[in-house]
């Protein structure tokens, strides 16, 4: 099997994934899985579409992970592993992944803060005198 390469974005968090066949190691910027997430919701978070499809033994995954906190980088990963999951056998992986809801982008974005007030929504306290 060549290669299969998917892109997951999370707010402002970026995810490239590389699969290929292997024992079932995730490698993040050249960090363990382990090392990279110290959490175990976040390391279930990135592993929930390969425990679903039961393939968490089956690939080697290499990650290049930026921009965003560590929580949108993890959803982020999660989307990207389901992508390629989907290139790598859509008949199989893909009802399964979209029904879980693991093949739709999360689109909510940080609104910006506008001039005049102290954040996206919130005003200074009026006064009438």
Do not use: H, W
Not at 19 to 41: M, S
Not at 73 to 80: C, F, I
Request: glycine share 8%; net charge positive.
């Amino acid at each position: 099997m060549e290669v299969i390469n998917a892109l997951g974005r999370r707010k402002s968090a970026v995810a490239r994934v590389y699969v290929n066949t292997g024992k079932g190691n995730i490698t993040i910027n050249d960090r363990p899985l382990e090392e990279y997430f110290r959490e175990d919701t976040l390391r279930y978070i990135v592993q929930q579409p390969l425990e679903l499809t039961g393939t968490l033994s089956s690939f080697d995954i290499k990650v290049t992970l930026d921009g965003g906190g560590i929580k949108g980088q993890a959803e982020a990963l999660r989307l990207a592993i389901a992508r390629a999951l989907c290139k790598i056998d859509k008949e199989a992986y893909r009802p399964i992944l979209k029904s879980n809801g693991f093949l739709t982008r999360d689109s909510r974005e940080v609104e910006r803060k506008k001039p005049g007030q102290p954040g996206a929504r919130r005003r200074f306290q009026f006064s009438k005198r």
